[in-house]
């Protein structure tokens, strides 16, 4: 069992940056891919980026290729999101998740099977 907590979310201007944290409890956390998920106002839930068990694989959707970086510190069981270039499209509700397997870099809401309560950005422009 993965229990996640997500934090560092918050109010900035289009152009600025946030970096969210997601804390996990849990044996396993260095043994499953974790994922940053968002889900804007009025829509669905939406992959953002996941990163393999031990960090030797990262994959971003489209939208924020460029911009954020995910990473992981498995001695803090802690992973990151850097948000770089924020711009208004990227206010949601962010959440982390774990993966069932080590090595995925699935886009699928359906392969997470823990999730964070999630953190709000809200980006102004």
């Known amino acids: 069992q993965v229990q996640l907590v997500e934090s560092g979310g918050g109010l900035v201007q289009a152009g600025g940056s946030l970096r969210l944290s997601c804390a996990a409890s849990?044996?396993?956390?260095?043994?499953?891919?974790m994922g940053w998920f968002r889900q804007p106002p009025g829509k669905g839930r939406e992959f953002v980026a996941a990163i393999w068990c031990r960090g030797g694989m990262t994959y971003y959707a489209e939208s924020v290729k460029g911009r954020f970086t995910i990473s992981r510190d498995n001695a803090k069981n802690t992973v990151y999101l850097q948000m770089n270039s924020l711009k208004a499209e990227d206010t949601a509700v962010y959440y982390c998740a774990a993966d069932r397997k080590c090595g995925s870099g699935s886009t699928s809401l359906d392969e997470y099977d823990h999730w964070g309560q999630g953190t709000q950005v809200t980006v102004s422009s």
């Open positions: 849990g044996r396993t956390f260095s043994s499953v891919a």
